[in-house]
């Protein structure tokens, strides 16, 4: 019975991705649900807003009433391109922000989009989601789909689907639907990417799938159908394949510098008309996701060595790259400033950004850091200069955290005149162009 079913889900899945483009006007002329999106975060906030720019009624319910409040002002909480136009339209009329779990009651679709960040020892915590499904517990009615957006470790649905059949009014499959959609959009592109890229749908048996589908072809996405467990596995793996390839890239800069070799003029010549090539550039990996995420596979199996390697040379790099200064200059009572805090280009999250690993290292070092983000104006812990030219000004190293588009287009000949007069570039991300992850500034500009 249960291959019967999967071969359905197998041909459905298919199916799915093949006419979701088609459906779009049919199934958005059908009445519009009501949705509640638990967590108006990175995540949670741009999949409530386009949901209520599509028409759906959305509640927005978050735990911090001052954040919620700016929120129904039109106050966006982060940089999300497009997200500004779409909260003023939406702000009010079909989107409302609430810390009140008792608008569940009226929802069709129930969204976590909550966090799940490791502790201290590096594993999973499941509390975020946890505390919301017992907030809401008493909200829930049947004939509500609940689906789980969270990257989690895998298992966490099944988790879930326990706490709500405690509650024996409800029955998974038969009177309510779970299911695991992951999240896949990149920040900064959250509003673009909802309506592109395809959506798994991981439902724990055949008929939430079909519920939790109907939300996302409302949206006129491509579906995926299959099961909670594969949903789970495959959005980790998806960002593990990244970060792992990332981690290649940093180490072949390392073994590339064993030979005083700079491993951009290297990544060509593997790539350059080559369709067997694709070797990823270096860079200083990391971000909120990337860091966290193959912690959240390897508790079972501790012998996930690719997993745990990756990150041994991704989270290596900043003192890789200290270590490379130190062996150039003397640091100590020095100036460095650091161009780019947020963990990747073009967004202002700084969280797990390596450039504070940086900054540590550097201060380790006895020099005085300055730091500058064109994103951020300000940070909770340390001084962010507004001005860049302020920022450098008598800098005798310059140590890039981030690819901001920014850098590319500085005044090099300005920059020239207000650093110290033997500045030393650090520039992993080539933004400078000049190859080299190490060099001077005089040589070059
Ligand atoms: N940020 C990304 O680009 C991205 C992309 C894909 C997947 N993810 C995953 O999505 C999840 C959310 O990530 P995020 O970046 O949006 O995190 P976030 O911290 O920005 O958002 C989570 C939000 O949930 C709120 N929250 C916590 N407990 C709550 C409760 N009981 N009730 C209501 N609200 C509560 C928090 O205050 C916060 O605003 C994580 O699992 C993450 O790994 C993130």
Redesign the pocket.
Known sequence: MESIVLLFERVSFKISLFFSGHDMKKNTSKKNSTVAV???????LPLALILAEKGFTVYG????EK?TEQVNEGIMPFMEKGAPSILRRVKGKTFFATVDYSHVVKCDFIIL????PIDENMNPVFS?IH??VA?MKQFLRPGQTLIL????TPGTTKYVRSMLEADKSLKVGINFFLAFC??????GK?IEEIETVPQMIGGVDAKSGKKAEELFKKIGVATMLTDDVSAELAKLFTNMYRYINFAMANEFMILADNYHKDIHEIVDLVNFGYTRGGVSLPGLTAG??LF??GFFMISDLPFADLFLTSWKINESIPHFLVKKLRDTMVLANKKVTILGLAFKAEID?VRASLSFKARKALLRERMEVALHDPYLKNHSEHRIEKDIYQALDGANVIFVGTNHKEYKHLDMKRVRKIVKKNCIVCDVWNVFGTGKIIFSLSDYF
Do not use: M, W, Y
């Not at 638990?38 to 949670?44: D, H, K, Q, S």
């Not at 319910?61 to 911090?64: A, E, K, P, V, W």
């Open positions: 638990i967590g108006v975060g990175r995540v949670g319910i978050g735990r911090n954040k989009t909550l966090g799940t975020q505390d919301a907030s957006r969270s990257t989690v992951p999240e896949r959009i990149a920040e959250a909120p996701c966290k995420d999250d």
